[in-house]
């Protein structure tokens, strides 16, 4: 073969194996977001093996860490929560783990802002929040911010949203409570002002202590998230757990609180709803009698009334909800989380309002 044959052969072979070896081009639209401030990072390009050529030595990958973090910073020791497996509806316990005291910790969970709490531990900060019954399932973020030495330290981890395990069930219903009339339509109007009243108090500090407790000496049913169809035609998701009990059950605080809204209303009947801090509520329903009003400071035990079958119900029982910054949690969980003491003791109650001067 001659010197320009030889050339051309070579540069051929140089030709294909720079062909062989390009990696394929993604376009960008291929991987959307999933979930807030989330992208799926796709698989790396398959290998291509080439006979002719000899690999180089690999590079040792480093070791992944438990729970990557976006914003890494060495202050923070870590970020964990309760229970360690989250679904839909599930409340948590976020806690903030530094390395050194801070003197404020700020954050947020799937883009709800949390409210951090100094434990007995000055390194350790808690934060009560939780995920909605209808959020989708998947991978969120909870990203934290403390001041520490006067320097800011930042740090995330990511955690993923299952889905839940929900019942559905026919309700049978007075008509009325399906259909209502141009005057129930005012009634609920009415009480949805209430409510939107009740859900805007917003108390700074954590008020509950310590575990929260069954507000009823009852077994609760298994209806949170439960799809139930009224009257067969119209479809109502259950936000709470039911405790069926008779009459004139003693219905109880199960953490301390203000009572922001105790009143008569058309479909949760004799209602009452506590503020326990930080837009974290816990509601009672249909209850026989009340036995508070609103502006009420409450310890955890106190009496709320008495259980009944007001409002749209089947029997008596007593409803028990939990919401958290718009979101409704299972009660029954809530019930099974383990939770520090706070400071709730320390805090004065909200001064009353100044009676203005007659002039």
């Not at 910790?105 to 531990?121: I, M, N, P, Q």
């Not at 106190?302 to 958290?324: C, E, I, K, Q, Y």
């Amino acid at each position: 073969m001659s010197t320009p044959q030889k050339r051309l052969v070579a540069a051929a072979g140089l030709l294909l194996l720079a062909t062989t070896t390009t990696a394929p081009v993604l376009a960008q639209d291929q991987f959307p977001d999933r979930g807030p401030g989330l992208r799926v990072v796709p698989n790396a390009p398959p290998k291509v093996a080439v006979a002719a050529v000899a690999a180089p030595p690999a590079t040792p990958a480093p070791a992944a860490a438990k729970a990557p973090a976006a914003h890494g910073s060495p202050a923070v020791k870590n970020i964990f929560w309760q229970p360690n497996d989250l679904k839909q509806g599930s409340p948590a316990l976020i806690t903030v783990e530094l390395l050194k005291p801070a003197t404020r910790v700020t954050g947020t969970f799937a883009g709800k802002s949390l409210l951090f709490f100094r434990g007995d531990d000055p390194k350790l900060w808690h934060a009560l929040a939780g995920d909605d019954v209808e959020t989708q399932p998947g991978s969120y973020q909870i990203a934290i911010a403390a001041i520490i030495a006067g320097r800011p330290a930042r740090d995330s981890r990511k955690v993923e949203i299952a889905a839940g395990t929900f019942k559905t069930g026919d309700v049978e219903v007075p008509d009325n409570f399906v259909n209502p009339s141009a005057e129930e339509k005012r009634q609920i109007a009415r009480d949805d002002a209430w409510k939107t009243k009740a859900y805007a108090h917003n108390t700074l500090k954590p008020l509950w202590s310590g575990n929260f407790q069954k507000p009823v000496a009852a077994p609760s049913t298994e209806s949170f998230g439960e799809s139930r169809i009224l009257n067969e035609e119209r479809s109502s998701l259950h936000r709470g757990t039911d405790y069926p009990v008779k009459e004139g059950t003693p219905v109880l605080a199960a953490n301390a609180g203000i009572v922001v809204l105790a009143e008569t209303m058309f479909y949760e009947g004799n209602c009452v709803i506590i503020d326990h801090g930080d837009r974290f509520f816990t509601i009672y329903m249909h209850l026989e009698k009340l036995g508070v009003k609103e502006g009420d400071r409450v310890e955890k035990g106190a009496r709320l009334g008495l259980s009944g079958s007001t409002g749209r119900v089947t029997g008596p029982h007593m409803h028990f909800g939990v919401r958290w910054n718009g979101a409704y949690l299972d009660p029954v969980q809530l019930l099974a989380l383990t939770l520090p003491a706070t400071a709730a003791k320390a805090l004065t109650p909200p001064a009353k309002p100044a009676t203005p001067r007659r002039r």
